[in-house]
């Protein structure tokens, strides 16, 4: 059963410089290209789960101007529904600057604009009500995310974290949470595992990077390894992880299979160069034999 998925978050317009390495403070390099991507996270991660065959929606704003024009017109190419964006007038769609080294680490800068101006009247009921799953990370006010966070749970939605950019989160938030996909440092920022499992939280995914993942319950933890690849660009790994992980689960599969098709897909994108335009379809993936 291909359950409908909802993906609440960022669109941004990636500005992306190739560079021998980060500068220091103070310092001026010279790097060696420049090239724009379509990507935020929510972006990332609803263009992920479509091209991998799921049915999905996008929640989330622009504004009006050029960039947000090219955002919908990515999100709508890539199999994501875009009925309910929301169009800020005289503002600007949010942005972020990405440094990416030549052996694929990346630091990102990202302006909100029109991300910042989400309301709670945008997370309508009747929406939430439609979805089986919902999908959030934390680029939108954090407010919105838990008043949308709670809304799903008290709908009997399924709800997907990815607690990026980490922030301590207190329980009222975690309670509603089915499935949190941090990072090894996200998880420390916000409380720790043992923390996370106090406030209801049934399933970690952590992710290691090159290293692969844990799934880790109160009863258990089980590492999942990585495929040793080359390296391009990390930019949206994670984010086309959890748009793996996620595409699985709406067809039913055990989160175990989840993970394995996630790493996967991830595996692939990290081979390529963007963000949205790095991800496999699922075709792709599964023409991937390792």
């Known amino acids: 059963m291909n359950k409908k998925i909802l993906v609440i978050g960022s669109i941004n ?26 990507g935020g996270k929510g ?3 609803a263009s992920s789960i479509g091209k991998l065959g799921g049915n999905v929606g996008m929640l989330g704003a622009v504004g009006d101007d050029n960039f947000g024009k090219d955002l919908i017109n990515a999100l ?13 007038k005289d503002v600007s769609t949010g942005i972020a600057v990405i440094t990416v080294t030549e052996s694929g680490a990346n630091h990102i800068v990202v302006a909100q604009g029109a991300n910042a ?45 990815n607690p990026s950019p980490a922030i301590k989160l207190d329980k009222e938030f975690l ?50 390894d990585a495929y040793k690849v080359h390296v391009a660009d990390t930019t949206a790994a994670g984010d086309s992880f959890l748009g793996g992980v996620v595409r699985m689960i709406a067809d039913d599969k055990s989160i175990e299979e989840a993970i394995i098709f996630a790493t996967k897909v991830s595996n692939i994108t990290v081979t390529r160069k963007g963000a949205i335009d790095s991800i496999p379809t699922y075709d792709e993936v599964l023409a991937n034999k390792w």
């Open 76 to 88: 709508n190419s890539n199999n994501v529904n875009t009925d309910n964006l929301i169009i800020k």
């Open 117 to 161: 101006l989400i309301s709670k009247e945008n997370i309508k009921e009747e929406l939430i009500s439609s979805y089986d799953i919902i999908v959030m990370q934390l680029e939108i006010p954090l407010d919105i995310a838990m008043y949308a966070a709670s809304l799903a749970k008290r709908l009997g939605k399924t709800v997907v974290l």
């Open 13 to 38: 317009k990636d500005l992306v410089v190739t560079t021998p390495r980060f500068p220091k403070e103070g310092e001026t390099i010279l790097g060696n290209n420049f090239y724009t991507s379509n």
């Open 43 to 45: 972006a990332n991660q």
């Open 175 to 224: 309670s509603c949470v089915d499935i949190l996909i941090p990072n090894e440092t996200e998880i420390d920022i916000i409380g720790g595992i043992d923390y996370v499992f106090e406030c209801g939280v049934k399933n970690i995914i952590l992710t290691l990077g090159a290293k692969g993942c844990d799934l880790i319950t109160n009863k258990d933890r089980k590492h999942f």
